[in-house]
């Protein structure tokens, strides 16, 4: 396991990719939605896939698993997304189709952070799926992806899982993979307590 004095390290001192991209200019007009790109290229490859029960963490390893059904995290991130989304920049309304969020995954606290700017994109190859493609200035590079998906298994119990594939990352991998592992059993333990 990566200490968070090694993560903070790492991610304060690795290098970050071109410049960040930035959200249109005020007054700007919106451009048609270009295609999302939604299949594995040559560049792409899988940095993890992670599953976590949805519930209150109640000790290091332990969780007050929920048996609800996928449509009520769902509806809660409706209600409120930045309330159980952990990573800075989330917006309060959950996202439309295309739109550009200026995301930061910071370290520890709001230090070390890297640019994360991102496109949301509903994924229609499960219910309750969207991803998040990233744009240029983002520290996986460009067309990167990370897909959430809610599910309930067999005996009932709410799950998140989440799968993310890399085109040039600037993070070492071990340090990415613990980061992105912190942060996603983050998002399923606080989302767990606003549906208990």
């Not at 963490?57 to 007050?64: L, T």
Request: hydrophobic share 40%; charged share 25%.
């Amino acid at each position: 396991m990566v200490s968070a004095a090694f993560f903070a390290t790492t991610f304060l001192t690795t290098p970050a990719l071109a410049a960040p991209a930035v959200g249109r200019p005020a007054g700007a007009t919106r451009q048609a939605a270009p295609r999302a790109q939604t299949s594995l290229r040559s560049t792409d490859r899988v940095l993890y896939d992670v599953d976590f029960f949805v519930g209150e963490r109640v000790g290091a390893k332990d969780v007050r698993k929920l048996k609800l059904k996928p449509k009520k995290a769902w509806d809660e991130l409706h209600r409120c997304f930045n309330c159980s989304f952990p990573v800075d920049g989330a917006p309060k309304k959950f996202p439309s189709e295309n739109q550009y969020i200026k995301l930061k995954a910071c370290g520890i606290g709001h230090f070390g952070c890297k640019n994360a700017p991102v496109r949301y994109h509903k994924s229609n190859s499960y219910p309750y799926t969207w991803f998040f493609l990233a744009q240029k200035g983002h520290f996986d590079g460009k067309d990167s992806m990370v897909r959430f998906r809610f599910y309930d298994d067999k005996q009932g119990f709410l799950h998140l899982k989440v799968y993310a594939t890399v085109t040039h990352p600037t993070i070492p991998d071990g340090v990415n993979k613990e980061f992105a592992t912190m942060k996603w059993r983050a998002f399923a333990h606080i989302l767990g307590m606003h549906l208990e």
